[in-house]
Every structure is written in C-alpha cells, then in structure tokens.
T-cell receptor
Framework: DTGVSQDPRHKITKRGQNVTFRCDPI?????LYWYRQTLGQGPEFLTY????????KSRLLSDRFSAERPKGSFSTLEIQRTEQGDSAMYLC???????????FGPGTRLLVL | AQRVTQPEKLLSVFKGAPVELKCNYS??????LFWYVQYSRQRLQLLLR??SRESIKGFTADLNKGETSFHLKKPFAQEEDSAMYYC???????????FGKGTHLIIQP
C-alpha cells in the first residue's frame, strides 16, 4: 500500500447514466474525503467520513450525489442521472485523523457526453 | 463563509530568481493554512502547513493574520519547481479543505 488509490482513472458516460467511483485510502487512515475539481479551479470539498460514519453531507452538490464507506475502509461515490455539468475530476483523500495531513489519490476523470 | 484567493493564475520567473506566490484568505476564526503542489502528471501533495513552520524544498510561508495572507516564498527558483500550487484553508467543523484556484508556476531556464 503506497498511497490512496482510485478506480477507474477515467470514465466516459452518456447523460442520464449512473456512475460509481471507488476510493481505497491508506491503511489505518480513519478519515476519508471526497473533492471535485473542475477545469481552472481548485478542488472543492464534497463530503467526508470518520471510519464508516459520514460526518458532512451538506456540501454534496445535489441529491444525485451520494457516498458510502460501509466497512470503514474503501468508499464509493455515486452520481445518478449524470449531467454534462458533472464532468470533472473527482478526488479522494485520506488522513490518519482530523488534524493530520490529507493524502490525495490520482483522481477519477469523468466525462459526460 | 471561508474563501481562499490566489490572485495570480500564472507566474513565470527565471531560474535563480526569487519566487512569491500570493495567497489571501477570508475566515472568521483561527484557520489552518496549507500549500499543496501538483507536479506534471502527479497527484496533489502537501508542500507545507503553517503550524509546522518548516521549510520544504526551500519554500517557506508565514501566516500573517493581520493581512490574512499566507504567501509562499523561495529565494532562488529551480526548474523543478515548475508546477501548480494551491493554497488551502481548514477551519470550522467540516475538516474539508477550502482551496484557491491555484497558480501555475513556470521557471524558465
């Protein structure tokens, strides 16, 4: 385990389809974060987990977005009924606890046609 | 609301010249400030954080609460410093980071 991993690295989908992304954090990291980054912008915080508990949901962009971390290890981010505006890089990060450094994954690049 | 402003989208300097990447923030409490760097084709990684007060790769940054700034500085730029630099803030209870839009630093030979 050399870092945060994300799968897939790229996803192309048609408008209206559902997509799911996976994030595997660094082992032993309790905190897991999801961000979205659009062209020319910095990452935008979406949600985060402390173990399996989702502690912040209000920043999720719409009710089409949902995230889970069922066993406190890997996490999934699902977007239902995708729209062209959802095209972006989706980043995952993990940290040992709330005050420690967040380590980022390589991201999943989503293109909605 | 918290906000991070990086006024320069692009900064180009010559090798050996001093570098200063500007970052201003808006936050009502006591924030934690960070600089993240993304080299070409690599993932975002932490460069430094204000609470550690250390120098990484020759870069330093001082938190100025009066001016609400956290500018990143290096006295002598090197070509390998070319990258995207993001200033970020953590405050409040959400623990998520608020990022600026980033500055693309290009070091010319």
């Amino acid at each position: 385990d050399t870092g945060v991993s994300q799968d897939p690295r790229h996803k192309i989908t048609k408008r209206g389809q559902n997509v799911t992304f996976r994030c595997d954090p660094i082992s032993e990291h309790n905190r897991l974060y999801w961000y979205r980054q659009t062209l020319g912008q910095g990452p935008e915080f979406l949600t985060y987990f402390q173990n399996e508990a989702q502690l912040e949901k209000s920043r999720l962009l719409s009710d089409r977005f949902s995230a889970e971390r069922p066993k406190g290890s890997f996490s999934t981010l699902e977007i239902q009924r995708t729209e062209q505006g959802d095209s972006a890089m989706y980043l995952c990060a993990s940290s040992l606890d709330s005050k420690e450094t967040q380590y980022f994954g390589p991201g999943t690049r989503l293109l909605v046609l | 609301a918290q906000r991070v402003t990086q006024p320069e989208k692009l900064l180009s300097v010559f090798k050996g010249a001093p570098v200063e990447l500007k970052c201003n923030y808006s936050y009502s409490g006591s924030p934690e400030l960070f600089w993240y760097v993304q080299y070409s084709r690599q993932r975002l990684q932490l460069l430094l954080r204000h609470i550690s007060r250390e120098s990484i790769k020759g870069f330093t940054a001082d938190l100025n609460k009066g001016e609400t700034s956290f500018h990143l500085k290096k006295p002598f730029a090197q070509e390998e410093d070319s990258a995207m630099y993001y200033c970020a803030l953590r405050g409040g209870g959400a623990d998520g980071l608020t990022f600026g839009k980033g500055t693309h630093l290009i070091i010319q030979p």
